[in-house]
């Protein structure tokens, strides 16, 4: 195992250059070989991880602390409320603190315009590297799995695939943009053609958007955007339909000081896009292999069917959702 990527922080794909990022990707592959042949891979001995959590988790939580397990460490499972931060400590000296201690610390802290500042800040301060578990912004561990998953179910050439994120309605909380966006800014450097479908008032932020144009520009890829579900599906290769809040429809501080009127016209304009679903009729629309994603939990009969979903020819979402423990391992084991 290489010692370069050493103490690097994790918050973002976007930060990691695509020959790093590749050496990711081969240690998931290798690790996820060794866990079917039950090889020990006991690469963290003795090693800590502080994972801290402001939401709920059942894939990043699991794959990470089993990951850890595997890999012959020990991961903390804390919470906001377990901590004293809850008494106003602050994300600097949470992180001096925690870095003096073990080996490496992840946290998610998806609040819209606080997560990544808060992230970026025990980044700053941190002695050992920091791991986004998802913020407002990125859902990096997201992002590795889902990629890992294209290249299991397409092959590793995936120039000219056609993938579309469509978002979808939901009846569940208004999810953060940080997988859409985690998507759009990384499938494009791959060679993946990018469709992002949406309605008008729940669009991604634009910053990210400009920022994966450059993106598709450099790593031969593209990426254009729609308001019609219909449209994004047609001829698509693999098809993510999944909701995402309107945050990027405001400026952050905008939204930061008119919160619950914010939240109250998103909720009024959700409700106009019900028929925003992943059903038989738009599957046939795309290619005649298309592959369904999502990066679970999904809000089955609002953003895909169970017949979609359930489908085995078509779903690969638990596969996916099981390359979160792959993809946890090989980024712990190269920079903790
Ligand atoms: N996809 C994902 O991050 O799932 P959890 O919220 O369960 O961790």
């Not at 377990?82 to 201690?101: F, N």
């Not at 997560?115 to 301060?125: C, F, H, R």
């Not at 993938?163 to 990384?186: D, E, G, M, R």
């Not at 599957?283 to 939990?297: F, G, T």
Request: aromatic share 10%; charged share 25%.
């Amino acid at each position: 195992m290489t010692n370069e990527l050493k103490g690097k922080h994790f918050l973002t794909e976007d930060t990691w250059t695509k020959q790093e990022l590749d050496t990711v990707f081969e240690t998931a592959f290798d690790l996820k070989k060794k866990f079917y042949a039950e090889e020990p891979t006991l690469h963290l001995p003795h090693k800590t991880l502080f994972m801290m959590f402001f939401e709920q988790s059942t894939r990043t939580r699991n794959s990470m602390e089993a990951g850890m397990t595997q890999l012959g460490g020990h991961a903390h499972d804390l919470t906001p409320d377990k901590m004293q931060i809850t008494h106003g400590e602050v994300a600097k000296d949470t992180a001096i603190i925690l870095s003096r201690m073990g080996h490496g610390i992840a946290c998610r802290n998806c609040f819209y315009g606080v997560g990544n500042i808060y992230l970026s800040e025990m980044a700053q301060y941190s002695r050992r590297p920091v791991m986004s578990l998802q913020d407002d912004i990125y859902h990096p561990f997201q992002g590795l799995a889902d990629l890992m998953t294209i290249f299991e179910h397409c092959g590793k050439n995936t120039k000219g695939l056609k993938v579309t994120i469509s978002w979808a309605y939901a009846t569940t909380h208004a999810k953060p943009l940080s997988v859409p966006q985690t998507q759009i800014l990384l499938f494009p450097r791959y060679g993946i053609d990018v469709t992002v479908a949406n309605p008008k008032e729940f669009p991604l932020s634009k910053n990210i958007i400009e920022k994966a144009k450059k993106n598709a520009e450099e790593g031969g890829g593209s990426l254009k955007f729609t308001n019609d579900m219909d449209e994004a599906f047609e001829g698509a290769h693999i098809v993510i339909p999944k909701n995402w809040g309107g945050f990027g429809f405001y400026d952050v501080d905008k939204y930061l000081q008119n919160e619950d009127a914010c939240k109250k016209e998103m909720s009024a304009n959700l409700t106009r896009y019900k028929n925003w679903i992943c059903d038989d009729k738009r599957i046939k629309l795309a290619d005649k292999n298309v592959k369904l994603m999502h990066a679970l939990p999904a809000d089955r009969g609002n953003e895909v069917t169970d017949e979609i979903l359930d489908n085995p020819n078509i779903s690969i979402v638990f596969d996916e959702a099981e390359n979160r423990l792959h993809t946890a391992k090989s980024i712990m084991a190269l920079t903790m």
